[in-house]
């Protein structure tokens, strides 16, 4: 079985894609029976694109705010992140990543018929409250009659997966401003966002979260500036792991419930949040079960289909939509497929790895081609690997006390807050749990909070004999480290140190500089 899936998987030459022009080349031949779910399923999100246009309010957005041009790329993001796949893993891919694209295809909706210079429909926008980026959504579960958003996900970080440079030019505005160049790119972009004035002004209060840094926290405030309406900020301890910070945590949840209840006039409802919480745990469930799977020589589940489904479910739909759990019902059918069949995500799996650290915006595709050109089955990221704590959904008190452990383990400040244990320490236990050989350190530029942990890293990665590559981006600034830069660390280390060729050769060395 492997034999054979290993000469299916290598049917066609990858890289083919790649002249350094602009990509003239679209479809992929996967066999007969792939290539038609893979173009139907591409013909499926252009469905999903035009009814998105369809729409007035979303076509008036295309004029009113530059980010959306990069949402017309879409289809090409679909072709980067399935380059390679076959069966179970192609249809796994366009499982998860299609449902993350309708629901953002839904929230924008929603958000532009609610903005003033679009929709200007009032009524709704007393009915929304904004969170921050960071900060996981489900307090909201226990508000059904508002609407929780985000306007900086579509705007800056979905924008900067779609297009490589689809944010340089707030970047650019953050620091004509004044803002220094060292500042993590996110809440420089979202500073440049709010200064082109290219944020939609909804909402009837905002909360922020003292998430990963002081950038974001300094960004935050200016952004508040910026929306004038009430904000609140929900502080979460910072040492997250100790047991004795619960009752402030827990208090901390009950003033932003409070908050949200004061300037929107609804009442916190605790059996819509029980409801909703019982949907949550079983998207956590569904996780756990596809890591055990991932501990298997066959892991199904992982990579950019991992993380990026993790985000948008963990983060900001947690629980409130049913859709959701249909299909991770489907995931499921697909992934036990595969590892029933005990197919390979790739090739041929030389090395098994987790990623450690902040990964690139513009180049999340990167998991994939590791696989693809390498070997390398990245099981799992450091901001995926957060809390799969249970909510209690019939004790209101307890309750309480789980939403705080979670609020205090969100991803990415579940990592870059809590000191060395988090940090560096819990590495090595996945390290071992997963059974890998390699991490693939994502060395962010702009971020200082695991800066400092560089030497510890190195040193403690030779006392447990795992191989660690470092590979340098800076989150949504390509001109600071390009795709082509993030692949040569990969490409001098596996040659010199576990001297082994590439699997795909024409992989290796390719410009895609000008490449979305």
């Not at 916190?268 to 029980?274: C, I, L, R, S, Y």
């Not at 309750?399 to 819990?426: F, H, P, Q, T, W």
């Not at 191989?467 to 949504?476: A, D, Q, R, S």
């Amino acid at each position: 079985m492997v034999g054979k899936m290993g000469k299916r998987m290598g049917s066609e030459r990858l890289g083919s894609f790649y002249t350094g022009k602009r990509a003239k080349k679209r479809r992929e031949w996967r066999g007969v029976k792939d290539t038609l779910y893979d173009y139907s399923q591409w013909l499926r999100i252009w469905g999903v694109l035009l009814g998105f246009a369809s729409k007035p309010n979303n076509v008036k957005a295309f004029f009113r705010y530059r980010w959306m041009l990069n949402f017309m790329v879409v289809p090409d993001f679909f072709d980067r992140h399935t380059e390679g796949m076959r069966d179970s893993q192609l249809r796994i891919t366009h499982t998860a990543l299609s449902i993350v694209v309708i629901d953002m295809c839904k929230s924008m909706t929603k958000m532009f018929r609610a903005d003033p210079s679009i929709g200007n429909d009032t009524k709704l926008s007393k009915k929304m409250v904004l969170f921050d980026e960071n900060m996981m959504s489900e307090i909201m579960n226990g508000f059904p009659n508002l609407t929780w958003t985000c306007v900086e996900v579509p705007a800056v970080y979905t924008s900067a997966m779609m297009v490589q440079d689809g944010v340089v030019h707030y970047t650019d505005a953050a620091q004509t401003y004044g803002i220094p160049s060292d500042v993590c790119p996110m809440p420089l972009a979202e500073l440049g966002v709010a200064l082109e004035d290219d944020y939609p002004k909804i909402g009837a209060c905002a909360v922020h979260c003292n998430t990963t840094c002081d950038g974001s926290l300094m960004g935050n405030s200016l952004e508040s500036q910026y929306f004038g309406i009430p904000t609140s900020e929900l502080a979460v301890p910072i040492r997250h792991t100790y047991e004795s910070v619960e009752p402030y945590a827990v208090e901390e949840i009950k003033n932003c419930i409070a908050f949200i209840e004061k300037h929107t006039g609804e009442t916190f409802d605790w059996n819509a949040f029980f409801k909703s919480m019982e949907i949550f745990n079983i998207e956590t469930q569904n996780m756990l079960d596809w890591f055990e799977i991932s501990r298997t020589k066959y892991p199904q589940m992982i990579g950019t289909n991992l993380a990026l489904y993790r985000y948008c479910v963990y983060q900001a739909t947690g629980g409130r939509y049913d859709v959701f759990l249909k299909v991770e019902e489907k995931l499921n059918r697909y992934i036990k497929r595969g590892y029933e069949r005990k197919e390979l995500v790739c090739k041929e799996i030389r090395h098994r790895a987790l990623t450690w650290g902040v990964q690139s915006a513009y180049y999340t595709a990167f998991t994939v081609w590791l696989q693809n050109c390498w070997g390398v089955a990245a099981l799992a990221d450091m901001l995926s690997l957060c809390s799969t704590r249970i909510v209690d959904t019939q004790n209101k008190e307890q309750a309480l006390k789980d939403l705080a452990y979670l609020y205090g383990k969100m991803i990415m400040r579940s990592r870059s807050n809590g000191g060395y244990e988090v940090g560096v320490e819990d590495l090595w236990r996945f390290c071992e749990s997963f059974d890998v050989d390699i991490v693939i350190m994502y060395c962010h530029i702009g971020c200082k909070a695991m800066s400092g942990y560089h030497g510890l890293f190195e040193e403690e990665a030779r006392k447990h004999g795992i191989h660690l590559i470092w590979v340098n981006h800076n989150l949504m600034k390509p001109e600071d480290g390009s795709r082509k830069d993030m692949r040569t660390e990969v490409n001098r280390y596996m040659p010199t140190v576990f001297q082994e060729q590439a699997l795909g050769p024409r992989l290796e060395d390719f410009d895609d500089d000008r490449y979305w």
